[in-house]
């Protein structure tokens, strides 16, 4: 079924577009993006005024951000099982070296998440010539 998903389109973007409205994520296999550009424009003699925001798409987005806490907190709790039975003293704690790791994976994911939303936006100016005044 995993097969199906694939696309292999040259577009950068997907979503809709209205005559006033537009909804577009990122086009990607690989990495998946957990935003959306949801905005309007207006059309003027020459000029075109979009306006626009991200939003997170709310189940990837907090997914991404919750995944990592959730682990940190299954890991502590298996280690603290397994490491309770076997009480090895003098030793350093391996707790607090998974504790450190889980850390730094959750403030990696949401640095992840941060240049992800910079980096569609500024493919989005980018690719549609928007000049953002």
Do not use: C, H, Q
């Amino acid at each position: 079924m995993i097969f199906f998903t694939i696309n292999f389109s040259e577009k950068p973007f997907y979503g809709f577009v209205s005559k006033n409205e537009f909804a577009i994520s990122k086009n990607s296999n690989i990495k998946s993006m957990p935003y959306i550009i949801r905005g309007d424009f207006k059309k003027f003699e020459d000029k075109t005024e979009v306006d626009y925001e991200i939003k997170p798409i709310k189940f990837g987005y907090y997914w991404i951000k919750l995944m990592s806490i959730i682990f940190l907190i299954i890991a502590l709790l298996a280690l603290f099982v397994v490491f309770s039975t076997f009480n090895n003293s003098g030793e350093i704690n391996p707790m607090i070296l998974v504790f450190f790791f889980t850390l730094f994976f959750s403030i990696f994911a949401n640095v992840d998440l941060y240049l992800k939303k910079k980096k569609f936006e500024k493919l989005f100016l980018k690719n549609l010539k928007i000049k953002n005044i």
